[in-house]
Structure formats: structure tokens, C-alpha cells
């Protein structure tokens, strides 16, 4: 049986939640024996070159690239799990949802108290840039997502745990003092 | 203001932890809490600006804008909508002029929505003004709000008859009924309160009193069930400067009134129980906290507890009983659900706002200023006087072997008599539904929206803590009802709006699992949507509280016992539909930006 393949992508993320994949230590050694990884900033394979196994995707959605970068996980993956936070509810980035995207834009290249040479008032318009959403959605929201790995970031144990379960198919245990709030 | 803010801090000795007194009394005075206000606060107390905003912000009662001189909260649980709460609020915002939420433009009336304010027995209810108005209709309320506008004082709004009980004392000209259906040893008329402190105290050892409290097994009645007399003896045991006696009369759970209801009636009895507490842990003070919908009640109990101390069952060497040294002093809430959380209790008695804390240590290691703290329900410390009275022994016979005693239901919803049923544990459903004269029957909430709402299947399960568990609150639901839009919505938003936001799990679950059941009730849900919900809610169990790890359960529960009425609303024909639309989600930035969208369909 060959091995499962895993991609991997951060969306509106921090890529803290790529940092905490790395922070499974040398464990990362027996990783590698056991799936191979495809599409993915930890091997920087920019496309998909197969079917994939395990799409793991961190960060919420928000802009144009997000929804196709997501929806082409969805397309090439069997299995997509929102992982952390952003991916799962939204995040950091959501918070501007409660501010309409006028303003924030406004904020961010008019208005704001550290924009000082942007004189003409020019607003990134260019087609090739991804067109903003009206807020940060979680990933959930645009496709299927069939398993959610919480924390901010999920800590290292959890996804190690979290993968082995998938790839062997056993049940993953979760203790209450693995998913307590603090 | 600035004096009378400044008369307020030394009224209570400037003493920081008595913040939320200050902030009641601020608020009482000038109808709101302004900037100056804050500042002058922060200054006497010697605290930032921000910390006393902290409080301010959290809790419902206080404002930081005029809330109006007539202030009506109207209580919007989904009880007070199956009697009548839209025509009410409608005939409000008619003759008022304005809508919920906001206040005239000549600062006379302002109109708010709350919480349950524990009238689920004799709904529409409103507090006005810290006055209660029940059983409200439309021509009511044109007329309540007629004579606002005429400036009349608030006593002259009152037309009804005061309620039954001792609801006509003049310190509490309530129009409040007790509705007391069923009596048992606590609601009985055959003990004289004082009784127990004077005749059975003064023979027994604090040790002995712990021993007959946990000889009866009596179990907290608050709804958590922990056992009371390992409680105080833990409590008892632990080391501390001081300890502490907490009686928990912040009922928020929606559909409990029982509390109101014993505090009306019984008082002496709840503040002999507080006493014998303090006596057997060896505490020398005892607080009430109550929530400020009961406010109404303030004058009462103040004049309860003077009786008290002028009768000796109060005070220094109580009962000839050297060192036996026991007061009570009476602490409101001001607006918050989670305050019942008893942690957050103290929190909130230390004058903060009312998050909960992280458990342990417990409260009765480090509770109330870090001090050694029992913490019991209202009902609780009733019933306790009456196991000392008559010895451990004599309680058990009463209830089931798990669940001994009586427990004070707060009924109400779809049957003809709503009120307040003392009965022993091990009552079934269905003898209750005939008890209050319930037919036709869809669905009962049991414990509010954090207990269970179960069918007929289950009728003949039994109250109990081994069964269904139950702080007292019993919601019958017609058939006429529509469970999931006008019952498990309604819990959902009560949980967004009274979260207290420390977790994330509680802050946003809530609000996305909400926003699913909306997106199935609009008829786009499909069958994934169901198992997300039912596996969404065991995130909530990693909060921090019961509040929050119990904020899912009317979506949870309903999902249990009520799935087809879920299942009948989902879209057959499709496995995915979230309804996202790209298109219309880049339009508003797309416009703001000056581009013209381009997408690139695969």
C-alpha cells in the first residue's frame, strides 16, 4: 500500500498553526515515514501533482484566492480538516467582521493614523490582487469540512494525535484536559 | 453628582469590594452612571478608571446613558411570548413613541429588554422602575404609559391588588403572587422560625450539626447536586482568616422562581439555615446575594433581618451561646445569568465583574476575599434548618435513596396553575403534568435551558439526581408550540446574551451553532448540518463553567428527543449548502475599491 498523502495551506492564518506541525520535534522523522506530503509550504509544492489523502487547512476565508485555494482542497482531497481557530471560527482576522469593509479599507489606506504617503488616496484595485469578502468566513462555510482541530494554535501532541488516528484509523482519544479552555 | 458619588463611597466605607453597591446606588440616584461619575469613583477608590468600567459594563442593569426616568424592562423569556409578550411590547413602542432599546427624546421613558425576571408563573411582567408589573395587556400598558407621561410617581402606576402571601406588607405593596400550589416541610405554616437556634443549638457541637446534614444526604438544590454536608465540613476544615456563609439567590435560570417565592414567604426560615451554616462552619458572616430583578423585595428582607437581630437570632453570642457570632447583610446582582455560577458570585460580591473562576481551588478553600466560603442555594439552607430540627434520619424517609428531601418546583407555560409545588424527589412527569392540570402536551423544559426539554416518551422518567436532574424550573409546552423556533431559539440567544465572554468556546459556539439552526429553520440546512450541531456542542464542554458547558444543551437536547422536527425542515436533494456566495460577498469592497469583479469559473 503506498503512503497516504497529506497537503497542506494557510489561508487567513498566522501560520502558527504550520509552526505548531513543525513543533512535533523529531517526531516529524517517523511523520515523513509514514504519509507524504504533497501540496504544501512545508515542501513548497506550489500545485496539486495527485489525489490527496488529508488536506489540512489553516486560516478562515477571506478573499477571492482563499474561496479557490480552499475549494480546490475540497476538489483534490479526501479528507479536509479546519485546523486552529481561524479555520474553524474565523479568528483574529474575524474580527473585522463586525465593521463593514468600507471602512476598514477606508482605515487601512485613507484614514488611518499611520498612512502617510498614500497622498492620491489609492486603493489596491489591481485584477491580478484577490477581491476582498465582505467578512472572514469560516472555512466550513464555503466547503464540506469533515474534522476540526481547535486551539490557537492546536498544540503540537493534538495534531500528531490528530494524523496518526486518520492515517491508522484508530479512534482518537480526547481527554477532557486536552480540549479545557485553561 | 460629585458629591453625592463621594456620599456613596463612604457609605461604604470606601472599600473597593463593595464597587457593585456603589454602582447600584449611583445608578438609583441619577438614573445612570456618567463619565464624571466614573472618574470621581475611580479616583475615591483609588482604582483605575477601567477597572470600574470593567464592572460598569458587565453587568445589564447598569448604563452608562440615561436609560429614561420610567425605565421598563420588559422580561423577554419564551414563556412571556406564549402569553401575549408581542401585543405588550407593541402597545409599548406605540404609545411610547420609541422602540425597545432606546430612550424618548425627552429622557421620560426608556424601554429595554431583560432576561427572565423570575415571573415565568404570571407573564407579561415587567420591572418598572424596580417595581414589578404582572400579568400585563395591552390596555395596561397604554395606560401605565399614559400616566408616565403625566409624571406620576411610580406607586401610582399600581393599580392592581397586591399578590397573595405576605406580598401586601407594607414593606413590599407587591403586585407579586406566590402562587404557592403545594406545601412541604419548608413552605409548611408548623415551624416557627428560631426554633432550631434556640432549642437545638445550644445542645449540639458544630461538628454534630455537619453530622446530621450529611446523615440526611441532602444535596445542594441549586441544580449541581453536591452533597451540603461535606460542603461545610470541607469548608469547616479549611484554614482561612475568616469564613464565610454565601446564600445564592441569583435564580436566572429562566423559569425558576422558586426562590422569590421562599424569600417572600419564608425568609426567617433562609436566614436561620445562613446562621446555622455560619455556626457549623464557624463563621461569623453571612451574605445574600440576590439579583436585582428582586429588588422590590429590598426593604422587606432589610426589615426581616432587623426583626431578627431584635429577637436575638441574630448578633453576638446568639442563643447564650458563647462566640457564636452571626450577621447577614444583603447584596444585589445587577443583571448577569452567570452571577449563579458560584464563582463567579463571588467575584461579582468582591465587586468585579461576574466571570467565573477557575476551579480549583474551590470556594470552600478560597472563596469570598480568599477566605474559606460556603456557597448553598436559598432552598438549601431552608431545608437544612429542618434536618436539624428533626435529625438526619427523619429527612430520609423523605424523596428517593439518591435524592432525599422535598424540592420546590417553579412551574409554568401551557397548563392551568402555574406556581410554585413542593414535592418529594422521586415524583414522576407525568403525575406533575396532571398535578398542575397540563394536557395535551408536546414538551417539558426541565431545569431551564440548561437541563433537558424531553417528549412524552419520557414523561414517566423521575426527578431526581440519579434521573432528571432539576434546580426547581419546569416549562410545560403545548402542542400548539413551535419547540424550535419559539423555545430552543429563544434559550440559544438567552446563552449568547448572558455568556460572560471569558471563554471562546461559550462566547462564539453559541452564536455559530445559533446561527445554524437559523440557516435550517430558513429551510437550507441539510443532513451534515444536524451531526455538526450534535458534535459541535461537546466543544462547549471545555468551557470554563456549567454556564457554558451546558450553553448548547437546548440545541443538544432538542436534537435528542425532537430529531424529526429537525429532520422535516432539512433539503433532501443536497449534502452541502453553507448558501456562500462569492459574488455577492466581493461586491461591497469590489464597489469601495473602484474594480470590476472578475471570476474565474473552473
Known amino acids: 500500500m503506498s503512503k497516504p498523502v497529506v497537503a497542506t495551506t ?39 501533482t495527485k489525489p490527496v489523502d488529508i488536506g489540512l487547512i489553516e486560516g478562515g476565508v477571506c478573499n477571492s484566492e482563499n474561496v479557490e485555494v480552499l475549494k ?111 | 453628582m460629585e458629591n453625592t458619588v463621594k456620599q456613596i463611597v463612604e457609605k461604604y466605607n470606601t472599600n473597593r469590594n463593595r464597587l457593585m453597591d456603589m454602582l447600584i446606588d449611583i445608578q438609583e440616584a441619577e438614573g445612570y452612571i456618567s463619565r464624571n461619575a466614573i472618574a470621581t469613583l475611580s479616583q475615591l477608590l483609588d482604582m483605575s478608571q477601567a477597572d470600574v468600567e470593567q464592572t460598569l459594563s458587565f453587568y445589564h442593569f447598569f448604563s452608562s446613558k440615561p436609560r429614561g426616568k420610567y425605565v421598563v424592562y420588559l422580561n423577554n423569556s419564551p414563556v412571556a411570548y406564549m402569553f401575549g409578550r408581542e401585543a405588550i411590547k ?29 415571573m415565568n408563573d404570571q407573564e407579561p411582567a415587567a420591572i418598572i422602575n424596580n417595581m414589578v408589573f404582572t400579568r400585563l395587556t395591552p390596555y ?3 395606560e401605565l404609559v399614559k400616566m408616565m407621561k403625566e409624571d406620576k410617581p411610580i406607586e401610582e402606576l399600581r393599580k392592581e391588588s397586591f399578590g ?103 425568609p426567617e426560615l433562609v436566614f436561620e439555615g445562613m446562621a446555622l451554616a455560619g455556626y457549623a462552619i464557624g463563621g461569623e458572616e453571612g451574605i445574600l446575594y440576590i439579583r436585582y430583578e428582586y429588588r422590590y423585595m429590598k426593604d422587606y428582607l432589610e426589615e426581616v433581618l432587623h426583626k431578627m437581630r431584635k429577637e436575638g437570632l441574630l448578633g453576638t453570642n446568639i442563643s447564650g451561646i458563647e462566640g457564636f457570632n452571626f450577621d447577614i447583610r ?71 435513596d439518591d435524592s432525599t428531601g422535598t424540592k420546590i418546583l417553579s412551574i409554568s407555560g401551557d397548563c392551568m396553575f402555574p406556581g410554585v409545588y413542593e414535592v418529594n424527589w422521586g415524583f414522576n412527569v407525568e403525575d406533575m403534568l396532571d398535578m398542575v392540570g397540563a394536557y395535551d402536551v408536546q414538551a417539558v423544559q426541565v431545569g431551564g435551558p440548561s437541563g433537558t426539554l424531553i417528549g412524552p416518551d419520557e414523561f414517566h422518567r423521575t426527578l431526581g439526581y440519579s434521573d432528571l436532574s432539576t434546580g426547581g424550573s419546569m416549562i410545560i409546552f403545548g402542542k400548539q408550540r413551535n419547540l424550535l423556533r419559539d423555545v430552543v431559539v429563544n434559550f440559544m440567544e438567552f446563552f449568547i446574551e448572558e455568556s ?64 424529526p422536527l429537525y429532520e422535516a425542515l432539512l433539503q433532501k436533494d443536497k449534502d452541502f449548502d453553507e448558501g456562500f456566495d462569492l459574488e455577492k460577498s466581493v461586491q461591497a469592497s469590489c464597489n469601495f475599491v473602484g474594480r470590476v469583479p472578475v471570476f474565474n469559473h473552473h
Open chain 2, 330 to 400: 444583603i447584596q444585589f446582582g445587577a443583571g448577569a445569568y452567570v452571577c449563579g455560577e458560584e464563582s463567579a458570585l463571588l467575584e461579582s460580591l468582591e465587586g468585579k465583574r461576574g466571570e467565573p473562576r477557575d476551579k480549583p481551588p474551590f470556594p470552600v478553600e478560597k472563596g469570598y476575599l480568599g477566605c474559606p466560603t460556603i456557597i448553598n442555594n436559598v432552598e438549601t439552607f431552608a431545608t437544612a434548618v429542618r434536618i436539624v430540627q428533626n435529625g438526619g434520619e427523619w429527612f430520609t424517609q423523605f424523596g428517593t
Open chain 2, 90 to 118: 407593541e402597545a409599548f413602542e406605540k404609545s411610547a413613541g420609541i422602540k425597545f432599546g432606546e430612550v424618548t427624546s425627552d429622557g421620560r421613558i426608556g424601554l429595554f429588554d431583560t432576561s427572565c425576571i423570575g
Open chain 2, 164 to 266: 397573595d402571601g405576605k406580598n401586601y406588607l407594607p414593606s413590599l405593596r407587591s403586585m407579586v403572587s406566590s402562587n404557592i400550589r403545594r406545601k412541604g416541610m419548608i413552605l409548611s405554616d408548623d415551624y416557627h422560625y428560631g426554633t432550631v437556634i434556640r432549642e437545638k443549638l445550644p445542645a449540639m457541637s458544630p461538628e454534630s450539626v455537619i453530622g446530621e446534614i450529611k446523615h440526611s444526604s441532602i444535596r445542594g438544590r441549586g441544580g449541581a447536586g453536591f452533597p451540603t454536608g461535606l460542603k461545610w465540613e470541607f469548608c469547616r476544615r479549611a484554614k482561612g482568616e475568616k469564613h464565610y456563609v454565601v446564600c445564592n439567590a441569583d435564580e436566572g435560570e429562566p423559569g425558576t422562581f422558586k426562590d422569590r417565592v421562599i424569600l417572600t414567604e419564608k
Open chain 2, 140 to 142: 395596561r400598558v397604554r
Open chain 1, 72 to 182: 480546490s482542497f475540497r476538489k483534490n482531497c479526501k479528507i479536509l480538516v479546519s485546523l486552529g481557530e481561524c479555520a474553524i471560527m474565523g479568528g483574529l482576522p474575524a474580527l473585522r467582521n463586525g465593521i463593514p469593509i468600507e471602512e476598514c479599507l477606508h482605515e487601512a489606506y485613507i484614514g488611518g493614523p499611520t498612512v502617510q504617503l498614500n497622498k492620491d488616496g489609492i486603493m489596491p484595485n489591481d485584477d491580478e490582487l484577490p477581491m476582498l469578502l465582505d467578512k472572514v468566513y469560516p472555512c466550513h462555510e464555503i466547503v464540506k469540512i469533515d474534522y476540526f482541530l481547535p486551539g490557537c494554535p492546536p498544540r503540537a501532541d493534538l495534531i500528531w494525535d490528530a494524523l496518526v488516528a486518520l492515517v491508522t484509523g484508530d479512534p482518537m482519544k480526547l481527554p477532557y484536559e486536552v480540549v479545557k479552555f485553561d
Open chain 1, 10 to 48: 494557510s489561508l487567513a492564518g498566522c501560520f502558527g498553526c504550520h509552526m505548531s506541525i513543525l513543533d512535533i520535534d523529531e517526531r516529524i522523522l517517523t511523520l515523513i515515514e509514514l504519509v507524504e506530503f504533497n501540496k504544501s509550504p512545508v515542501d513548497d509544492i506550489k500545485t496539486f
Open chain 2, 500 to 563: 460572560c465572554g471569558s471563554c471562546s468556546t461559550c462566547r462564539n459556539m453559541t452564536q455559530v451553532m445559533n446561527t445554524k439552526l437559523k440557516k435550517i429553520l430558513a429551510g437550507k440546512g441539510v443532513a451534515k448540518d444536524l451531526k455538526d450541531l450534535q458534535e459541535w456542542g461537546r466543544v462547549l464542554n471545555a468551557s470554563r463553567c456549567g454556564l457554558g458547558q451546558t450553553a448548547a444543551n437546548p440545541i443538544i437536547s432538542s436534537l435528542k428527543n425532537f430529531r
